[in-house]
C-alpha cells in the first residue's frame, strides 16, 4: 500500500521541507563543535621549514590523532578536530625533535599557534672539504626521495630511527604507515619483505647503512599489488670505487643509558669483479617509565612501570657480482643478522579508595631475553638488452628466519606466583623471479 497516497500533496511538501532543514540543522551543529590549529615551523636561522613531519598527539597517551606535512611556507593547518588536550610533535630529517607544552582546545575555536622553531641537529666533525652534495629531499616522477647518504644528522640509531624522521611516514609501536594508511609495502633494495621479521630487522639494522630511501605513495604495475598504503623502497649503500678500498665507522652516546657501534666494510672493484664485504656491532639502549592514574567510581589506580631495553646486534653482508660480457651480469649476496636482548622491568600498580588510603598493591616484575637471528642469500642474472630501457632479469632468494623470546612474570597478591612465556618462530622461504621490461613509447 502506498501510503503517499493519502497524504495531501502541501503537506507533504512541508513535511519534505521540515525533515531537511532537520537534518542540516544536526550537520550543521555536529561541524559547529569542532576545531582547528595552524601555525608554522620555523628553523633556528628564521627560514620557513617545508616537508617536515607535524603530528597532532593527545596529551593523556601521547597516542596520534592527525598527522601533517609543513608547507612550502612552512604552515600546517588540522582540521575537524575535537575539543581537548593535546600536543604537537615535529620531526624531520636534520633537525631535532620538537614536543610542545600540552595546550586546551575548546569547540569551536579556531587556534592559531605560535611558531615552532626547529633546531638544527649538530655534531663536532674535523673539517671535510664538499666537492658535491646532493638535496636530502628529491621530487621524482611517482616518488619522494630522501637522500640519507647526504645528511650525516641522518646516521647513527637504526633504521626505524630513521624512518620516524621521514617525510610522509609514521612509525608506532614499530609498526610503519604512510601517512596514516596501514598495509605499506617494505622493500629492500627493490625485493619484498612480505616473510621477514621486518621489524626486527628496521630496529637492528643501522642506519649507516642507507643510502636513500623512496617513498611510493601510488605504486605502479612494477610493484606487487600486495600493499594498498604505498611501498618504502630502502636502497643500501654500494661502493662504486676501483680497486681496493674500505672504511671504519665508530659512533656511540649516552642519555640515561649507553649506546655505541662499531662496523668495518671492504671492496674490491677491478675488470668485471665486484666484491664486498662488510661487518659490524650495534648496542642500542633505551628507557621507557610509564605513570598512569585512572578513576573508577570510588577508585582510584595508579601504575608505574620500568622498562629497560638493550639489545646487542651483529650482522655481516658479502656480495659478488661478475660482468660476463657487455649488459650481462650475474651476482650472488649472503647477508646475516643477530640480535640478543636481556631487559629486566618492573611494574607497580596502587588501588586507592576515596579517602586516597592504599587498599591494594600489586608489583610484577618481568624477565625477559629476546633471540633473533636471519641469513639470506641472493643470487641473479640480468641482461640490460638495448639502451631504450629492455630487460630481462632471473633472480633467486633463500631466507632462513629464527626468533624465540622467554619472558617470566613475578607478581605478589596472587595466587600463580610466576608465569613463564615461550614464544618460538621459525621461518624458511624460498623465491624465484624472472621479469622482462618494455618500455612502451607514449
Known amino acids: 500500500m502506498n501510503l503517499n497516497a493519502f497524504v495531501p500533496v502541501k503537506t507533504r511538501s512541508l513535511f519534505s521541507a521540515a525533515l531537511s532543514t532537520f537534518i542540516l540543522l544536526v550537520f550543521s551543529l555536529n561541524l559547529s563543535g569542532q576545531a ?22 593527545n596529551s593523556t597517551d601521547s597516542s596520534l590523532v592527525k598527522m601533517e606535512l609543513s608547507e612550502a611556507n612552512g604552515s600546517y593547518r588540522f582540521h575537524k578536530i575535537d ?8 620531526t624531520g630529517i636534520g633537525y631535532e625533535d620538537v614536543l610542545t607544552p600540552s595546550f586546551v582546545l575548546t569547540e569551536k575555536e579556531d587556534k592559531k599557534f605560535e611558531d615552532i622553531i626547529v633546531q638544527q641537529a649538530t655534531l663536532v666533525l674535523d673539517a671535510i672539504e664538499v666537492v658535491a652534495k646532493r638535496p636530502l629531499l628529491e621530487q621524482r616522477a611517482g616518488k619522494l626521495v630522501v637522500n640519507v647518504d647526504e645528511n650525516i644528522t641522518g646516521q647513527g640509531g637504526s633504521v626505524t630511527d630513521l624512518l620516524k624522521k ?56 612494477a610493484f606487487d599489488a600486495e600493499g ?19 672504511n671504519i665507522t665508530l659512533g656511540g652516546g649516552y642519555g640515561e643509558l649507553p649506546k655505541y657501534r662499531a662496523g668495518v666494510s671492504l671492496n674490491h672493484r677491478t675488470g668485471p669483479w665486484n666484491l664486498s664485504a662488510s661487518t659490524g656491532y650495534n648496542h642500542r639502549s633505551w628507557l ?16 608505574n612501570s620500568y622498562d629497560p631495553g638493550n639489545p646487542n646486534s651483529f650482522y655481516l653482508r658479502l656480495s659478488a657480482d661478475y660482468d660476463i660480457k657487455d649488459n650481462h651480469r650475474v651476482g650472488i649476496s649472503a647477508n646475516g643478522y643477530r640480535s640478543t636482548n636481556h631487559t629486566e ?13 592504599e587498599i591494594q598493591n600489586f608489583e610484577t616484575t618481568k624477565i625477559e631475553d629476546r633471540f633473533w637471528r636471519s641469513y639470506t642469500t641472493d643470487a641473479f642474472y640480468r641482461w640490460q638488452i638495448d639502451t631504450s630501457g629492455q630487460e630481462f632479469s632471473i633472480e633467486g632468494n633463500y631466507a632462513n628466519y629464527r626468533r624465540r623470546v622467554t619472558s617470566l612474570l613475578t607478581t605478589n597478591e596472587t595466587q600463580f606466583m610466576d608465569r613463564e ?11 624465484f623471479r624472472s621479469d622482462y621490461k618494455l618500455p612502451l613509447n607514449d
Open 345 to 357: 622491568g618492573n611494574n607497580i600498580t596502587g588501588i586507592f579508595d576515596f579517602t586516597d588510603t
Open 83 to 90: 575539543s581537548g588536550e593535546y600536543r604537537i610533535k615535529v
Open 421 to 431: 612465556n615461550y614464544q618460538p618462530a621459525d621461518t624458511r622461504i624460498m623465491a
Open 36 to 57: 582547528s590549529v595552524e601555525g608554522t615551523i620555523v628553523s633556528d636561522e628564521g627560514e620557513k621549514v617545508e616537508f617536515i613531519n607535524v603530528f597532532l598527539l
Open 228 to 246: 594498498t598504503g604505498g611501498v618504502i623502497n630502502i636502497v643500501m649503500k654500494k661502493n662504486a670505487l676501483l680497486g681496493t678500498n674500505g
Open 166 to 221: 621521514v617525510p610522509g611516514l609514521v612509525v608506532v609501536n614499530d609498526r610503519v604507515s604512510m601517512a596514516g594508511r596501514q598495509g605499506v609495502t617494505i622493500l629492500i633494495d627493490g625485493r619484498p619483505t612480505k616473510y621477514m621479521d621486518i621489524q626486527s630487522l628496521l630496529n637492528e639494522m643501522p642506519a649507516d647503512n642507507i643510502l636513500r630511501i623512496e617513498v611510493i605513495s601510488q605504486p605502479g604495475a
Open 288 to 303: 621507557e617509565r610509564l605513570y598512569i592514574k585512572r578513576s573508577l567510581g570510588d577508585l582510584t589506580y595508579e601504575q
